[in-house]
């Protein structure tokens, strides 16, 4: 094995490694024995030389990525056990080769042992997203590995990290095709039909980690009047048709979104009359609102990507659940969620919780939701837990 850069912690700041917490933070560190190359793999050991991991480095906060809590030589049979392993237990969810959901997370981050990895597949199309340069770094390994992984399941192969590693100094990522030039298509979620453009889409082109709270509002939707806001692409408003809802509202702010979500209609439910969607901002819309929705979704993009703006976040949460909490109709049910990594699970429920206090209403929680099994969750790495979600019944 190579010689690579020693990283030694500082007294005591080795417990979250030896706990597998698979970030070493900035701070932890006391001395760096060799050159300091942002993407390098670097071996970690404590205050008396023990190893304990070795991870991809990087400069800023989360200082190391840890790839591995054993010695290993992160070669390419490393990148094809590892991204192997988390094709197989996709397989083992019943998702690869599924007839009626092609869609899913291949790479889960930290969630599949690969911190700074995400890869999203789109029946046949995998789109890669690196948010360290380590990853960028071992990019041909990766696709190498993702093509053996999954054979002629995989056509095209696109990477989508222009965006994610455009703050990364050193590093002039253009996104665009590694292998097959197909820029959108059409997948299929519990046999409901969405057109996905992985090139112009947010994040890789489509919201997956809802998948299965969507399938649930379609199981509460029968004969209710629904509002879908921040819609996106419409996903929860055509489950709400299919569960039978008497009608569907869809809200976004952007216009674009709303045709989008327009065609995604009438490409599952052409000529449906139940459905009106409307490009405006979601408080101005509560504001204006005079439909008494008994099934209300809020699903607001992230109020906080960091800690430094946790405390505004949490008032958001709190505002926008208390305009729902004040005009859903007697009996309602209410699906709210966070996928804000920064909001805990406790700090979300108790920001509903005062919205359901100020608004004067009587309210009993249902579910408690999350991503689904294909963003698996490291027990060790909770901050990888980043959707949480909440099913009410408002007396």
Not at 58 to 73: C, M, N, T, Y
Not at 191 to 207: D, E
Request: net charge neutral; charged share 25%; glycine share 10%.
């Amino acid at each position: 094995m190579a010689e690579r850069t020693r990283i030694v912690l500082k007294s005591g700041k080795d417990q979250s490694l030896r706990r597998y917490h698979p970030w070493v933070f900035s701070g932890a560190i006391k001395k760096i024995h060799g050159p300091e190359r942002e993407g390098d793999v670097v071996d970690i050991y404590d205050n008396k030389e023990e190893f304990l991991a070795s991870g991809h480095y990087q400069k800023g906060s989360i200082a190391v990525r840890v790839l591995s809590f054993e010695p290993v030589e992160t070669d390419q049979s490393f990148w094809d056990q590892k991204i192997g392993n988390a094709w197989k237990l996709r397989e083992k969810l019943g998702l690869v080769g599924n007839r009626d959901t092609n869609v899913f997370r291949w790479v889960n981050a930290e969630g599949d042992g690969l911190p700074g990895l995400i890869v999203d597949y789109y029946g046949g199309t995998a789109v890669v997203q690196m948010h360290s340069i380590g990853m960028h770094h071992n990019l041909e390994a990766i696709v190498s590995s993702l093509k053996k992984s999954a054979g002629d399941r995989v056509h095209t192969i696109y990477n989508k990290s222009e965006t994610t590693l455009s703050d990364k100094p050193g590093i002039k990522e253009k996104s665009g095709f590694l292998m097959g030039q197909q820029e959108q298509g059409e997948v299929l979620e519990y046999g409901f039909r969405f057109n996905v453009n992985w090139i112009q889409g947010q994040k890789t082109g489509f919201f997956i980690d809802q998948r299965e709270n969507r399938k649930l509002v379609g199981e509460y939707a029968g004969g209710r009047k629904v509002l879908n806001m921040f819609g996106y692409t419409g996903g929860f408003s055509i489950y709400g048709m299919g569960g039978g809802a008497k009608l569907v509202h869809s809200v976004d702010s952007s216009g674009k979104a709303i045709d989008l979500t327009r065609e995604h209609v009438e490409m599952n439910f052409p000529g449906d009359t139940r459905h009106k969607a409307y490009a405006v901002d979601a408080f101005g819309y509560f504001k204006e609102m005079d439909e008494a929705y008994d099934l209300m979704i809020l699903d607001p993009p992230a109020f906080a990507k960091h800690q430094n703006v946790l405390n505004n976040a949490l008032q958001g949460y709190k505002r926008l659940n208390q305009r729902a909490f004040e005009h859903i109709a007697p009996g309602g049910i209410l699906f709210t969620f966070s996928c804000s990594q920064a909001v805990s699970r406790e700090n979300f429920r108790k920001s509903v919780f005062v919205a359901a206090a100020n608004a004067k209403r009587k309210v009993r929680i249902l579910h408690q939701l999350s991503q689904p099994p294909d963003h698996p969750v490291s027990i060790y790495h909770l901050e990888g837990e980043y959707l949480k979600g909440l099913v009410m019944e408002v007396e």
